[in-house]
């Protein structure tokens, strides 16, 4: 094999390493989809979904069949929680969530875990809500 080959090959394969952590981030165990409860105007679900083996998530996606769309819950320390719901206000797509960022399917638009629009099309911040603990719970208000 000539340098150049050699070159070019050890270059596309450290590029695609690269790129396949990036993409298994998005999957890693730090995520997970649970199903909450509604009370009255709350989404409800247990503090202990955040928690795995040795640390905690550093998100979970809430689902309950009465909402259009899922809710992404962010956690940043024991107290501290962002909840955002996951339409994209371009076109009302479900957005995907990647580690610290969701992401538009339909025409790229990112946000950041505060729900902050980085990159358009979007012109408009995520839509957020309360989220307050109790007994080991939390409760994203929906009004």
Known sequence: M????????CGFACLG???LGVMLDGCS????????????????????????KN????????QHENLKYPVCVYRFSETEYTALLMRCPHQGAELQVFG??????????????????????A?????????????HQLYISLK
């Open 29 to 52: 165990s730090s995520a997970k989809s649970v199903s909450g409860t509604i009370e009255q105007s709350d989404l409800v679900i247990p503090v202990a979904d955040f928690q795995t």
């Open 55 to 62: 640390a905690y998530r550093k998100y979970v996606v809430v």
């Open 123 to 135: 012109d408009s911040n995520l839509r957020t809500f309360q989220v307050t603990e109790k007994n």
């Open 100 to 121: 610290s960022r969701l992401q538009c399917p339909a025409h790229g638009s990112e946000f950041d875990n505060k729900g902050i629009v980085h990159n358009g099309p």
């Open 17 to 19: 390493g690269s790129l």
């Open 2 to 9: 000539k340098r150049q080959e050699f070159l070019k090959t």
